[in-house]
């Protein structure tokens, strides 16, 4: 799946979609391939804040249980209501219909720190490497 | 599954590799004075014979040919062989964790069994594979509480298990938990008015057992109600399980902590017995430890596999929904055997008795002069009498007799020093009883 040209891209494999001081933020297709079958999601509600690399809700797999770590800081405008009775949309979806929530931002600045699409890609690459290693 | 420990050329290599020069170095932190440099003070080994002849002088030491009167949270019930006979089959004995669904088919499906068992007797919607006990159950199941709601005080009556509270207590020390505890009535209930004057919109869950401590029944609708009314959980702990047979199921509950040795353990020092959390289908994420549930397998047939098990701490670690990391599948299982055998007659029968033979006691006791009931609240197979005199003074005349008298209530609550708890059940022979009231009036004839 590629990965959208206007979205940016943390480490830890969220991605941000920023358009007039409003940030719509998901996780990105290497993290739904990494977790598996996504079957339940826990996300904040309205009015919360965000802070940069503080957790703010999890992904549950049949794996494993994940951290979603704010890519940037904000308050919280909405979260996902489809994805409590659809969370495997995570897994079809994930950087379209499965956004987790929508925040105003409160840095534009930081947004600057993320990734591209293309170093996200060599970065992702370069972890594919790793684990065949 | 092996255990091969390290040879000490494998050790050396550690060391070296993470830079150490010796095992020692690595208790450093730990100050000299607190370091152990000689052996344990242990006995040296026994041969097999010695060992034999050890137990059973312990052996001897258990109070055969005693009756007992005590209950106050471990109760002596009927049991059948059959129990025993499959809880000593090596399958269930010796297996480990069934984290491995294909190898562990039976285990997986006695746990699921337990589960159904236990949200039927509780009226809940969903339980777990089991905890500890009764005590660690109820601390979890306001944890759980404290994670639903996002609120840090809790409000626990007095009529809770002082060691159930004693627990709570433990763990609420160092986590921000404040814990509150509510009196009683004349009735021997949880205060319902001092509940209501202390809930507000920061309290987590509310606290109470019923069968209470002093064996009283509580009205739970109201106390749930009011808990509801600001966003509170109501936490019911149940330490009988057997009054389950006879008493409406604490449906309103949000979250049931019970204890589960009345059904098929027998009553021994320390345990080991098996706790319950059962709750509502929409709080399981927050539950602790783990559920068995049923699935499909690859051919569509019928099969069973630990789920939930991403929250536990091997997974999730320091984010783990509890520090639980195990459940009591050998004592659970025993639990379900017992209850399959008995069956929802046969449940309602046993309590029945319990309760016939309590009122039966109480009548018995209520004659002798200076003894009177003190509560005047509906009990299942437990009450409590004041004496004339101290209930330690009593039981140490009883114990010649080889009676096993009341709890003295005067540890736990020092208000209540002449206050004793007595426990009846199906296995109290009503001579029994007649003995034991008979010694406690002569008992009492006798001047001090």
Same mark, same amino acid.
């Given at each position: 799946m590629a990965y959208p040209a206007n979205y940016r891209y943390t480490k830890e494999h969220e991605w941000v979609n920023a358009k007039d001081g409003v940030a719509t933020i998901g996780i990105t297709d290497y993290a739904q391939s990494e977790l598996g079958d996504v079957v339940f999601v826990e996300l904040p509600e309205a009015g919360k804040k965000l802070e940069t690399g503080k957790s703010f809700g999890t992904v549950e797999s049949v794996k494993a249980v994940s951290e979603i770590y704010a890519p940037v800081s904000g308050e919280v405008l /909405? $979260?996902?209501? $489809?994805?409590?009775?659809?969370? /495997?949309t995570i897994n079809s979806d994930p950087h379209g219909a499965a956004w987790m929530v929508k925040i105003k931002l409160s840095n534009l600045a930081e947004l600057e720190k993320l990734m591209d699409s293309g170093a996200y890609e060599t970065y992702v690459a370069a972890k594919g490497k790793e684990a065949s290693a | 599954m092996r255990y091969l420990p390290k040879s000490p050329a494998e050790r050396q290599e550690m060391l070296t590799a993470i830079g150490a020069k010796s095992i020692e170095e690595l208790f450093e932190t730990i100050p000299e004075k607190y370091r152990l440099h000689d052996a344990l003070k242990l006995p040296g080994p026994l041969s097999e014979a010695e060992v034999i002849d050890y137990f059973k002088q312990r052996a001897g030491e258990n109070s055969l040919g005693y009756t007992s009167f005590l209950g106050a949270g471990v109760y002596q019930h009927l049991r059948s062989v059959i129990t025993d006979t499959i809880l000593l089959r090596g399958e269930f004995l010796t297996s480990y964790t069934p984290y491995q669904a294909e190898i562990s088919q039976g285990t997986l499906q006695a746990i699921f069994e337990f589960q159904t068992l236990m949200c039927q007797l509780t009226g809940q919607e969903v339980a777990n594979a089991s905890m500890y006990d009764g005590s660690t159950a109820t601390t979890e199941a306001v944890l759980m509480a404290e994670r639903l709601a996002g609120r840090g005080r809790v409000l626990v009556a007095r009529s809770v298990h002082p060691e159930y509270r004693e627990v709570l207590r433990t763990y609420a020390k160092n986590s921000g938990l404040h814990v509150e505890e509510i009196g009683y009535t004349k009735s021997g209930t949880v205060d319902a008015a001092s509940i209501k004057s202390a809930?507000?919109?920061?309290?987590?869950a509310v606290v109470v057992q019923s069968p209470n401590f002093f064996g009283v029944l509580e009205t739970l609708p109201g106390i749930a109600d009011a808990a509801h009314g600001v966003g509170a959980l109501l936490v019911v702990a149940i330490a009988e399980g057997v009054s389950l047979g006879a008493v409406k199921p604490p449906a309103e509950a949000d979250i049931v902590a019970m204890e589960a040795q009345s059904f098929g353990l027998p009553p021994s020092y320390g345990g080991p017995y098996a706790g319950v959390i059962a709750s509502r289908d929409k709080f399981v994420r927050q539950m602790p430890g783990r559920l068995a549930g049923e699935t499909t397998d690859t051919e569509g047939k019928r099969g069973f596999v630990l789920t939930l098990a991403t929250r536990e701490q091997h997974i999730r670690r320091e984010k783990a929904t509890s520090n639980i990391c195990t459940n009591q599948a050998l004592c659970a299982l025993a639990a379900t055997v017992h209850l399959t055998l008995l069956g929802k007659e046969g449940l309602r029968e046993m309590a029945e008795q319990n309760v016939s033979k309590a009122q039966f006691a109480i009548g018995e006791l209520e004659k002798i002069p200076g003894v009177k009931r003190a509560f005047d609240g509906p009990f299942f197979n437990e009450f409590t009498l004041e004496f004339p005199r101290s209930v330690r003074m009593i039981n140490a005349e009883l114990l010649k007799e080889q009676i096993a008298g009341p709890l003295a209530l005067g540890t736990a609550f020092p208000e209540l020093t002449k206050h004793g708890l007595v426990c009846v059940t199906e296995t109290t022979p009503r001579t029994e009883i007649e003995r034991f009231a008979a010694a406690v009036k002569n008992i009492l004839s006798n001047p001090l």
């Amino acid at each position: 799946m590629a990965y959208p040209a206007n979205y940016r891209y943390t480490k830890e494999h969220e991605w941000v979609n920023a358009k007039d001081g409003v940030a719509t933020i998901g996780i990105t297709d290497y993290a739904q391939s990494e977790l598996g079958d996504v079957v339940f999601v826990e996300l904040p509600e309205a009015g919360k804040k965000l802070e940069t690399g503080k957790s703010f809700g999890t992904v549950e797999s049949v794996k494993a249980v994940s951290e979603i770590y704010a890519p940037v800081s904000g308050e919280v405008l /909405e $979260a996902n209501p $489809a994805l409590h009775d659809k969370p /495997e949309t995570i897994n079809s979806d994930p950087h379209g219909a499965a956004w987790m929530v929508k925040i105003k931002l409160s840095n534009l600045a930081e947004l600057e720190k993320l990734m591209d699409s293309g170093a996200y890609e060599t970065y992702v690459a370069a972890k594919g490497k790793e684990a065949s290693a | 599954m092996r255990y091969l420990p390290k040879s000490p050329a494998e050790r050396q290599e550690m060391l070296t590799a993470i830079g150490a020069k010796s095992i020692e170095e690595l208790f450093e932190t730990i100050p000299e004075k607190y370091r152990l440099h000689d052996a344990l003070k242990l006995p040296g080994p026994l041969s097999e014979a010695e060992v034999i002849d050890y137990f059973k002088q312990r052996a001897g030491e258990n109070s055969l040919g005693y009756t007992s009167f005590l209950g106050a949270g471990v109760y002596q019930h009927l049991r059948s062989v059959i129990t025993d006979t499959i809880l000593l089959r090596g399958e269930f004995l010796t297996s480990y964790t069934p984290y491995q669904a294909e190898i562990s088919q039976g285990t997986l499906q006695a746990i699921f069994e337990f589960q159904t068992l236990m949200c039927q007797l509780t009226g809940q919607e969903v339980a777990n594979a089991s905890m500890y006990d009764g005590s660690t159950a109820t601390t979890e199941a306001v944890l759980m509480a404290e994670r639903l709601a996002g609120r840090g005080r809790v409000l626990v009556a007095r009529s809770v298990h002082p060691e159930y509270r004693e627990v709570l207590r433990t763990y609420a020390k160092n986590s921000g938990l404040h814990v509150e505890e509510i009196g009683y009535t004349k009735s021997g209930t949880v205060d319902a008015a001092s509940i209501k004057s202390a809930l507000r919109d920061d309290v987590a869950a509310v606290v109470v057992q019923s069968p209470n401590f002093f064996g009283v029944l509580e009205t739970l609708p109201g106390i749930a109600d009011a808990a509801h009314g600001v966003g509170a959980l109501l936490v019911v702990a149940i330490a009988e399980g057997v009054s389950l047979g006879a008493v409406k199921p604490p449906a309103e509950a949000d979250i049931v902590a019970m204890e589960a040795q009345s059904f098929g353990l027998p009553p021994s020092y320390g345990g080991p017995y098996a706790g319950v959390i059962a709750s509502r289908d929409k709080f399981v994420r927050q539950m602790p430890g783990r559920l068995a549930g049923e699935t499909t397998d690859t051919e569509g047939k019928r099969g069973f596999v630990l789920t939930l098990a991403t929250r536990e701490q091997h997974i999730r670690r320091e984010k783990a929904t509890s520090n639980i990391c195990t459940n009591q599948a050998l004592c659970a299982l025993a639990a379900t055997v017992h209850l399959t055998l008995l069956g929802k007659e046969g449940l309602r029968e046993m309590a029945e008795q319990n309760v016939s033979k309590a009122q039966f006691a109480i009548g018995e006791l209520e004659k002798i002069p200076g003894v009177k009931r003190a509560f005047d609240g509906p009990f299942f197979n437990e009450f409590t009498l004041e004496f004339p005199r101290s209930v330690r003074m009593i039981n140490a005349e009883l114990l010649k007799e080889q009676i096993a008298g009341p709890l003295a209530l005067g540890t736990a609550f020092p208000e209540l020093t002449k206050h004793g708890l007595v426990c009846v059940t199906e296995t109290t022979p009503r001579t029994e009883i007649e003995r034991f009231a008979a010694a406690v009036k002569n008992i009492l004839s006798n001047p001090l």
